[in-house]
């Protein structure tokens, strides 16, 4: 099976859980014999499981369209003044002698440029199914499924909603829901995420599978050290309102007044990050958390392991790898009810994402007492044990099979 695939980040080049998901599964589809040609908005990294084209590098040769390098500025989590700052920055780069018409002057417009490239893929490509993610690429998806007749399957990782606390924008809103509604099916991350989909994008229940995301287990971990008694608290993701980075900064301060020898370590970039430096300033935590920024590599490993607790406060969290990645590096783990992860996690300490005094009182608990700290890490790794890419990409390869064959 043949599958044309369409996603706007992919490690190394990955701010989020959606690359890190796309790679688990890509690796595993292939190894079931499925031939995988996934194409991004910038970047070329060569990986040995699947094809990557890009459109930063794409050369087109036919009678009807001219050969031309096509740069886009797209990026993940990208807002419309990083997509301006980007688009300043490459014309200052280049002397000002970048066309005009090679970047759409808005975020949106470059999304449909994006969907035109799409379109002329496939035009060329070999495939038997489309299989997009998330909305930057689900007008791509609709492009190709248009000129190819292909079945497209819409991956839903997270929606607008989530993003921006329940306000999306009206663009990527109806780019979302043309996509669902264009779809000969969606996937979604979460039952989470399918009962919000089913509530605001008016789709179909029966429209609508769930496949669970997984973690990698062949890790080589280094055996924690208790050299110090400073307990340490992590928290690691985007900057932004959806990931709750403030109830964290605000819990941070009432544990310090429990137990004043902890940590408190925040890892991640985005839009909120000069609003958390300040708060943690102004509630005088500046000798007690430290800010990373992003984090990449075995860096991200060493930040898990040298935690006693993660926490993941999100305000709305489709599904969340993060906690799986510090479970399997023997961190015990704290998460939102609000999530999708929590419907996978039986043996994880959970807490609605507003609720800072039993947020503090589960963080002193598991720093307290080492016997809670170790049954936490025993049973939640007995959870993501159960969780494969494998399966994962079996439920994938079902879908494509039931609509190929229709």
Request: net charge neutral.
């Amino acid at each position: 099976m043949k599958v044309l695939m369409f996603g706007w980040e992919f490690p190394p080049n990955n701010l989020g859980g959606l690359g890190t998901a796309c790679y688990g599964l890509t690796k595993s589809l292939s190894t079931k014999g499925t031939e995988i040609t996934f194409v991004l908005p910038k970047g070329n990294q060569r990986h040995d499981h699947l094809d990557i084209i890009t459109t930063d590098d794409l050369q087109i040769n036919s009678d009807f369209v001219r050969k031309k390098y096509v740069v886009s500025l797209l990026m993940p989590y990208q807002t419309q003044q990083e997509y301006n700052q980007a688009k300043q920055y490459s014309y200052l780069m280049s002397g000002g002698n970048i066309e005009g018409e090679l970047y759409g002057s808005n975020l949106f417009e470059e999304v449909e440029r994006y969907a035109q490239k799409a379109e002329i893929i496939a035009k060329f490509e070999d495939f038997d199914i489309i299989h997009c993610h998330d909305w930057m690429t689900f007008k791509a998806g609709i492009a190709a499924k248009k000129i190819s007749g292909k079945p497209l399957v819409v991956h839903v990782h997270s929606t607008d909603f989530d993003r921006t606390g329940g306000h999306p924008h009206q663009f990527v809103y109806d780019t979302e829901r043309e996509g669902m509604h264009a779809a000969d099916k969606i996937i979604t991350v979460s039952n989470f995420t399918r009962e919000m989909i089913v509530k605001h994008y008016s789709i179909s229940n029966s429209k609508v599978e769930v496949v669970h995301n997984a973690v990698e287990h062949n890790l080589k971990k280094k055996k924690k050290s208790n050299e110090s008694d400073d307990k340490i608290v992590l928290f690691l993701g985007r900057l932004t309102l959806q990931k709750g980075p403030d109830y964290f900064i605000e819990a941070a301060d009432k544990v310090l007044k429990i137990r004043p020898n902890t940590k408190f370590i925040v890892a991640g970039n985005g839009e909120m990050y000069r609003k958390m430096v300040d708060r943690a300033a102004e509630l005088g935590l500046g000798r007690h958390v430290l800010f990373t920024g992003h984090l990449t590599g075995e860096d991200i490993n060493k930040a898990y392991q040298m935690a006693d607790l993660y926490v993941m406060p999100s305000v709305s969290e489709p599904f969340g790898i993060t906690p799986l990645e510090s479970l399997r590096n023997d961190t015990p783990v704290l998460i939102s009810k609000q999530s999708g992860v929590s419907e996978v996690l039986n043996n994880a300490l959970k807490v609605d994402f507003w609720d800072i005094e039993e947020m503090t009182n589960k963080i002193v608990g598991v720093l307290s007492y080492n016997s809670l700290k170790s049954s936490l890490v025993e049973e939640g790794r007995k959870d993501i044990q159960k969780l494969s890419w494998d399966d994962a990409a079996d439920k994938c390869l079902s879908v494509y099979g039931r609509l190929i064959n229709r």
